[in-house]
C-alpha cells in the first residue's frame, strides 16, 4: 500500500473477482509460480514495453536492450516485468505503419493501464512506435520513460557512406534515370542496413528520438548512441534504474509534456532539419494532453531557428556522427537562448540545469552548429495554406529545389498511390518538368496515409536528367526522402477537399515565401464540380473501418476522435 492507501506495485489494478483480498491472494500465487517471493513482490513495478518482433528489423537487438533495462530496474530496487506490445516495421508492414500508429498507442494505453506498474519503459525506435508509446503514456496516466534502439551504422559501398533510406532514394532514381545498373542497384541493397537498430540518417525515426530527448522523456544522450554501442546500453541500463526513481516519485507524462516543452520540441525539429512526419506525431501527442498545436506554431519556431545539424537528408552526415559530436545535449546548449529553459525532465530537473552542465559544440566537430554559425537558415519546414488546401499542407524546404517552392504549372493528376505506380511512366501522359504531380486519396481516411508523397519522376524525365519536380499531395513523405513535395494537404480529397476537385490541365501555383498553395481554377467552375463529388467508400470492417470512420485530419494529427481530448 502506498502512504495515502492507494495500492502500490503488484497490487496495483487488481483483476476483478469480486473479492479483493481473493484477487491479490492469487495474483501473488501466480507470481509465485514465476519464482517471485514476498521481497520481489513488495517492490515497486517497472513495466517493459517490449516491441520486438521478427518484422521489425530495426528492433533485432530488443533483447539485450530489455535485458540492459531489467539489470538497471534491479540495481535500483525495482521488480521488472516484460510484457510486449504491437510493433510496427516500417517497410515491413502493409499499406503503412500510418494506419496502425493509433491502433498501437490504443493497444499500449491499454496494457499500461490493465497490468499493475508503478513506472513503464517504454521501447521503440521504429517511426510510429515512438509517437504511438508517448501518446499511450499520456492518455494512460502512467509515469513512464522512454528509450529507443538507436540509430543503425553507417553503411559503406564503393567508398562511399550509406544512409538508409536516404541514399536508398537517391540510388534508386540514379537506377530509374539508368545512371547505375542492375549490378550496381544490387550490391548497394546488401549494404544499406548494415546493422540492427532505426534508419541511420535524420529521418523520422531519429526526429521522433531526438524530440522524445528535447521533450524531457527520455534521458540525456538517450536519442543518437547507435545501436548495439556500448553508449547504448549504458543508456539502457541507467532508463531502467530512472523508472525505479519514477515510480517512487510517480511523476505523470502530462507534468513532463507542457506546452513549454512542445515549443522546445518544435525548435529541435527545425534545427535537426528532421522529418515532416513530426508535424502530425507533435501534434497528436500534444493533443493527447490538451494542448493545441497549430501549423502556425510550427511555422513560428521554422522562421525562428535555423539548421544547427549537418546529417541527412538536410545535410551529409549521420546518426553516428551526431552521437559522437555530442548528440542533442550540445544541440539543446546551442539552441538554449530560444528554449524554455524551466521546462521540466522525467529526471525531475528542469532543462536549464541539464544544459548548465553541457559543453557546447567542440571545435574539432562541425556536425552541431552554434546559433551564430548555423549550417543553414531558417525556415526548414513550411506550412501552407490556400485554395488548395484550406486547413493546412506542410512542404519540407530544406529538402526542395528552392525554384520550386516560388512555382506556376498544370495539373497532372493521380487517382491514388496505385495510380500512381500504375501511369507515371506512361510516355502519353506527355509530362513536362512544369507540370505539377497531384496524387489525392493517399490521406488518413482514404489510404492511412502512406508515405507516398514523394512520386517518382517520370522515368523518361529522369533519363533526361530531371531530378525534381513540384508534388503535391494528401499522402506523406518519408523523413528520409528529399523533393518538392508538398504533403498533408487537408482536408484530404477523401474527405472533400480541394484536392479532390483537381482536374488535368488545372493551374496550381505555390509560393513558398507567401505560405500559399492555391488553385487557380474560379469558384463557379469548383462548386460545378464540388456537386458531382462522391466520397470513396470506407472499408467494409474492422481496424481499417474503425479508423476510416473516426481518424482526424493530418493538421490535427490524425489521431482517432474519440481517443484526441481536445
Ligand atoms: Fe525502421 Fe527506418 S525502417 S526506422
Known amino acids: ?321 551526431f552521437h559522437r559530436a555530442g548528440g542533442v545535449p550540445v544541440l539543446l546548449k546551442s539552441l538554449a537562448p530560444l528554449l524554455d529553459l524551466s521546462a521540466p525532465q522525467v529526471t525531475g530537473r528542469t532543462l536549464g540545469q541539464l544544459i548548465e552542465e553541457t559543453q557546447g559544440p567542440a571545435s574539432w566537430q562541425s556536425v552541431i552548429r552554434t546559433l551564430e554559425d548555423p549550417l543553414g537558415g531558417t525556415g526548414s519546414l513550411t506550412a501552407l495554406k490556400g485554395t488548395l488546401a484550406p486547413d493546412g499542407a506542410v512542404v519540407k524546404r530544406s529538402a526542395a529545389t528552392a525554384s520550386l517552392l516560388e512555382h506556376r504549372g498544370p495539373a497532372i493528376v493521380f487517382e491514388s498511390p496505385e495510380d500512381v505506380a500504375a501511369r507515371i511512366d506512361d510516355p502519353s501522359l506527355a509530362i513536362t518538368p512544369d507540370h505539377v504531380l497531384v496524387m489525392r486519396n493517399g490521406g488518413p481516411i482514404a489510404a492511412g496515409m502512406p508515405e507516398a508523397g514523394s512520386m517518382p519522376i517520370p522515368r523518361y524525365l529522369a533519363e533526361k536528367g530531371v531530378k525534381d519536380m513540384l508534388r503535391i499531395s494528401d499522402a506523406r513523405m518519408s523523413g528520409t526522402a528529399r523533393g518538392a513535395a508538398v504533403l498533408h494537404c487537408s482536408p484530404e480529397a477523401a474527405a472533400g477537399g480541394p484536392l479532390a476537385l483537381v482536374e488535368n490541365g488545372d493551374l496550381i501555383e505555390i509560393e513558398v515565401k507567401k505560405k500559399r498553395l492555391d488553385l487557380l481554377v474560379p469558384e463557379g467552375e469548383l462548386a460545378r464540380r464540388r456537386a458531382s463529388f462522391c466520397r470513396p467508400a470506407l472499408p467494409d470492417r474492422g481496424w481499417r473501418r474503425l479508423s476510416a470512420e473516426h481518424v482526424l485530419q493530418a493538421h490535427l494529427g490524425a489521431d482517432l476522435d474519440f481517443l484526441a481530448p481536445l
Open 1 to 321: 500500500m502506498g502512504t495515502r492507501g492507494k495500492p502500490l506495485g503488484t497490487d496495483r489494478n487488481l483483476t476483478s473477482y469480486g473479492d479483493v483480498e481473493f484477487s491479490r491472494y492469487l495474483r501473488r500465487a501466480f507470481l509465485a509460480s514465476a519464482g517471485f517471493d514476498r521481497e520481489d513482490l513488495d517492490r515497486p513495478v517497472v513495466g517493459i514495453a517490449d516491441t520486438a518482433s521478427d518484422y521489425t528489423t530495426c528492433h533485432r537487438h530488443m533483447r539485450e536492450l530489455v535485458e540492459a533495462v531489467k539489470r538497471g530496474v534491479l540495481e535500483a530496487g525495482g521488480l521488472p516485468l516484460v510484457f510486449p506490445t504491437t510493433s510496427l516495421g516500417e517497410i515491413i508492414i502493409s499499406p503503412t505503419s500510418m494506419l496502425y500508429r493509433n491502433l498501437m498507442a490504443m493497444e499500449t494505453e491499454e496494457m499500461l493501464r490493465a497490468y499493475p506498474m508503478d513506472a513503464a519503459v517504454l521501447l521503440g525506435g521504429c517511426d510510429k512506435t515512438v509517437p504511438a508509446q508517448l501518446m499511450a503514456a499520456v492518455s494512460a496516466d502512467v509515469p513512464a520513460i522512454s528509450l529507443v534502439t538507436g540509430p543503425m551504422t553507417t553503411g559503406h559501398w564503393r567508398g562511399e557512406r550509406l544512409g538508409a533510406c536516404t541514399d536508398c532514394r537517391l540510388y534508386w532514381a540514379r537506377y530509374r534515370a539508368g545512371e547505375i545498373g542492375d549490378e550496381e542497384i544490387n550490391e548497394i541493397r546488401q549494404n544499406l542496413f548494415p546493422s540492427s537498430g532505426t534508419c541511420m540518417v535524420m529521418g523520422t525515426a531519429s526526429t521522433m528520438a531526438c524530440l522524445t530527448e528535447a521533450l524531457g522523456f527520455m534521458l540525456s544522450g538517450g536519442a543518437a548512441a547507435p545501436s548495439g554501442s556500448a553508449d547504448r546500453l549504458r543508456i539502457a541500463v541507467k532508463t531502467g534504474r530512472e523508472a525505479v526513481s519514477l515510480a517512487r516519485s510517480g511523476v505523470l507524462p502530462k507534468q513532463i509534456l507542457t506546452r513549454s516543452a512542445f515549443e522546445n520540441a518544435m525548435k529541435v525539429l527545425m534545427a535537426v532539419g528532421g522529418s515532416t512526419n513530426a508535424v502530425i506525431h507533435l501534434t497528436a501527442i500534444a493533443r493527447r494532453c490538451r494542448i493545441e498545436l497549430t501549423l502556425e506554431d510550427f511555422n513560428a519556431a521554422s522562421e525562428a531557428v535555423p539548421l544547427l545539424v549537418d546529417c541527412k537528408p538536410a545535410g551529409k552526415n549521420f546518426m553516428e556522427d
